[in-house]
């Protein structure tokens, strides 16, 4: 059987590359121009002032990560074709990587024999080519923000996470077990960095290193991942500072001003019952409701890039000025104003929690009854032409040394005349099936897998599905997290949010697939065994076929 495996292992590894070869057909009608948007120039503007000699400034309070890795990507390639190839490349060594995390999880399920094992590397190659083929996360790659490296990352520390599972609990080997536990946290820690939605994700990774820390056995087994991802997330921490990053002072207050502008119904009930406690009474307060209130009507009139919330959020952000005039108005400096989103945040929390929540499960909806284009996209072809033209308008002219200027200045060319996109029908029959029926039953699945896993835990001997069951737990509560935060502070109506989680949902999922098929066999099987014993006992014991008392 072990030989069977590993030709089993084997065949999967191929059918990996041949995915990557069908990744890049994907993404060959792409024009080699990275794709900005509203948000790029927060990330670009500190690259290109740090390849000019101005140092490297933190612009619109963007996280640093990326736009050092967009220096490093400018520096060595010399031109912004260049973040197009290595951003798809890290799409392509992402499917790769992906392969790798199922194999990896295939050796925590206790299943033998020949059709189980065909059955569960069969559910992955449906799995690994949903998200290899997504025309959607071809798209999102070549984009010049986060979301282009992040499934990368994502699947790197999912490999990582279910790995370190494997080799803390059931091997029991110290060297990987540090490794691999560094690299959870570290990686969690990048991909926070990426995109601050992964709070709560780094919290429940903290929680399985912790969690490893039990047990009776090898002091470097149990506290060894901590003290590695320790060190991983302390050199994050302290590389800003290396890298004399030079921060803009709006890093503090771009959190505050989204949750005031999604919330923004839900602070408005709290306006006549509740003042703002960080300013005076009165005026001050009443122009902060009155003026949120203003936006928040013109914000109706659009709703649809958010149905489900029922305005335009990104209006009252970016388009209304709501925040620029309340603040010239009222005189307050930016930490008065952060103070002031805060406090009608959390007396929104206070006083209209069930308007909050209504919010958050509202927005849950998404998540838990996804749209099956998050899985594969059913677009027939890539029309590019007109969106890069139009992203133009998002670059600022802005004045960098004359080598960055040139090819800057080529880059905007680029995008005032890009070139046709050849029409090209991406569209898979049998994988917008497969998607749309694991759409269907992606809560009925999960729900499933959380009441098995309750009746493997309570069990006089537990299974050897426990491990493997707690794995996969690992992966959606690492998925739950990244939603959780989502849901509370913004919402899932943008595309790009849920295509970031996408691939964690996708792997989770299959993971429960090949978890509970097999155990609900093997359990039926049992039962009938154990049945047939009981018969044939009770035959045994009263074979004239009287009353068995």
Same mark, same amino acid.
């Given at each position: 059987?072990?030989?069977?495996?590993?030709?089993?292992?084997?065949?999967?590894?191929?059918?990996?590359?041949?995915l990557?070869?069908?990744?890049?057909? *994907? $993404?060959?009608?792409?024009?080699?121009?990275?794709?900005?948007?509203?948000? !790029?120039?927060?990330y670009?503007?500190?690259?290109l002032?740090?390849?000019?000699?101005?140092?490297?400034?933190?612009t619109?309070?963007? /996280?640093?990560?990326?736009?050092?890795?967009?220096?490093?990507?400018?520096?060595?390639?010399?031109?912004? /074709?260049?973040?197009?190839?290595?951003?798809?490349?890290l799409? &392509?060594?992402?499917?790769?990587?992906?392969?790798?995390?199922?194999?990896?999880?295939?050796?925590?399920?206790?299943?033998?024999?020949?059709?189980?094992?065909?059955?569960?590397?069969?559910?992955?190659?449906?799995?690994?080519?949903?998200? /290899?083929l997504?025309?959607?996360?071809?798209?999102?790659?070549?984009?010049?923000?986060?979301?282009?490296?992040?499934?990368?990352?994502?699947?790197?520390?999912?490999?990582?996470?279910?790995?370190?599972?494997?080799? $803390?609990?059931?091997? =029991?080997?110290?060297?990987?077990?540090?490794?691999?536990g560094?690299?959870?946290?570290?990686?969690?820690?990048?991909?926070?960095? %990426?995109?601050?939605?992964?709070?709560?994700?780094?919290?429940?990774?903290?929680?399985?290193?912790?969690?490893?820390a039990?047990?009776? !056995?090898?002091?470097?087994?149990?506290?060894?991942?901590?003290?590695?991802?320790?060190?991983?997330c302390?050199?994050?921490?302290?590389?800003?500072?290396?890298?004399?990053?030079?921060?803009?002072?709006?890093?503090?207050?771009? %959190?505050?001003?989204?949750?005031?502008?999604?919330?923004?119904?839900?602070?408005?009930?709290t306006?006549?019952?509740?003042?703002?406690?960080?300013?005076?009474?009165?005026?001050?307060?009443?122009?902060?409701? !009155?003026?949120?209130?203003?936006?928040?009507?013109?914000?109706?009139?659009?709703?649809?890039?958010?149905?489900?919330?029922?305005?335009?959020?990104?209006?009252?952000?970016?388009?209304?000025g709501?925040?620029?005039?309340?603040?010239?108005?009222?005189?307050?400096?930016?930490?008065?104003?952060?103070?002031?989103?805060?406090?009608?945040?959390?007396?929104?929390?206070?006083?209209?929690?069930?308007?909050?929540l209504?919010?958050?499960?509202?927005?849950?909806?998404?998540?838990?009854?996804?749209?099956?284009?998050?899985?594969?996209?059913?677009?027939?072809?890539? =029309? &590019?032409?007109?969106?890069?033209?139009?992203?133009?308008?998002?670059?600022?002219?802005?004045?960098?040394?004359?080598?960055?200027?040139?090819?800057?200045?080529?880059?905007?060319?680029?995008?005032?005349s890009?070139?046709?996109?050849?029409?090209?029908?991406?569209?898979?029959p049998?994988?917008?099936?497969?998607?749309?029926?694991?759409?269907?039953?992606?809560?009925?699945?999960?729900?499933?897998?959380?009441?098995?896993?309750?009746?493997?835990?309570?069990?006089?001997?537990?299974?050897?599905?426990?491990?493997?069951?707690?794995?996969?737990?690992?992966?959606?509560?690492?998925?739950?997290?990244?939603?959780? !935060?989502?849901?509370? *502070? =913004?919402?899932?109506?943008?595309?790009?949010?849920?295509?970031?989680?996408?691939?964690?949902?996708l792997?989770?999922?299959?993971?429960?697939?090949?978890?509970?098929?097999?155990?609900?066999?093997?359990?039926?099987?049992?039962? $009938?065994?154990?049945?047939?014993?009981?018969? $044939?006992?009770?035959?045994?014991?009263?074979?004239?076929?009287?009353?068995?008392?």
């Amino acid at each position: 059987m072990n030989g069977l495996t590993r030709w089993l292992e084997r065949f999967f590894l191929c059918l990996a590359f041949a995915l990557v070869i069908g990744a890049l057909a *994907v $993404r060959a009608p792409l024009p080699a121009i990275p794709i900005p948007d509203g948000d !790029t120039w927060g990330y670009l503007r500190p690259a290109l002032c740090w390849l000019s000699g101005l140092g490297f400034r933190q612009t619109y309070g963007r /996280a640093w990560l990326y736009p050092a890795l967009l220096t490093g990507i400018l520096k060595i390639t010399g031109g912004f /074709a260049g973040i197009f190839y290595v951003q798809q490349l890290l799409g &392509l060594a992402s499917i790769l990587i992906f392969c790798l995390t199922w194999t990896s999880w295939l050796k925590q399920l206790p299943v033998k024999g020949l059709v189980w094992r065909s059955v569960r590397f069969s559910i992955g190659a449906v799995v690994v080519s949903l998200y /290899a083929l997504s025309p959607q996360q071809a798209v999102l790659q070549s984009s010049i923000r986060p979301e282009g490296i992040l499934a990368f990352f994502e699947v790197a520390y999912l490999y990582c996470l279910v790995s370190f599972f494997r080799v $803390r609990w059931r091997l =029991h080997r110290t060297a990987p077990t540090i490794l691999l536990g560094g690299a959870v946290l570290g990686l969690s820690y990048v991909i926070l960095l %990426l995109k601050p939605s992964w709070g709560f994700s780094l919290g429940f990774t903290l929680v399985v290193l912790i969690a490893g820390a039990f047990g009776k !056995t090898d002091q470097w087994l149990r506290f060894g991942p901590l003290l590695s991802g320790g060190c991983a997330c302390l050199f994050l921490i302290t590389l800003p500072k290396i890298l004399d990053f030079q921060k803009d002072g709006q890093e503090g207050s771009f %959190l505050p001003m989204t949750l005031v502008s999604i919330h923004a119904p839900q602070i408005l009930q709290t306006a006549s019952a509740r003042p703002l406690s960080t300013i005076d009474q009165g005026k001050l307060d009443q122009a902060f409701y !009155t003026k949120l209130a203003e936006a928040y009507r013109k914000a109706r009139e659009n709703p649809m890039p958010f149905p489900v919330l029922g305005f335009d959020a990104d209006f009252i952000f970016y388009g209304s000025g709501f925040f620029s005039s309340i603040k010239q108005q009222e005189g307050w400096t930016d930490s008065q104003l952060t103070a002031a989103c805060y406090s009608s945040y959390f007396q929104a929390w206070r006083y209209e929690p069930a308007l909050m929540l209504y919010k958050i499960a509202n927005q849950t909806d998404l998540f838990l009854f996804p749209r099956f284009e998050d899985f594969y996209s059913t677009g027939k072809s890539f =029309h &590019l032409d007109q969106e890069l033209a139009a992203s133009r308008s998002y670059l600022l002219n802005e004045k960098f040394s004359p080598e960055v200027g040139r090819i800057y200045q080529s880059y905007l060319r680029m995008l005032e005349s890009p070139p046709v996109t050849r029409s090209h029908s991406l569209r898979l029959p049998f994988l917008t099936w497969v998607a749309q029926g694991i759409a269907a039953v992606s809560l009925l699945l999960q729900v499933a897998f959380f009441l098995a896993m309750i009746a493997i835990w309570w069990l006089p001997h537990r299974p050897s599905f426990l491990l493997a069951g707690l794995t996969a737990s690992a992966v959606l509560a690492s998925t739950y997290g990244n939603v959780f !935060t989502l849901v509370s *502070v =913004h919402t899932l109506e943008i595309t790009r949010y849920r295509l970031g989680y996408a691939p964690m949902l996708l792997l989770g999922l299959g993971m429960i697939i090949s978890f509970l098929l097999p155990l609900v066999f093997n359990t039926v099987a049992s039962w $009938r065994n154990g049945l047939g014993r009981s018969s $044939r006992t009770a035959a045994q014991e009263n074979p004239i076929g009287r009353p068995h008392i």
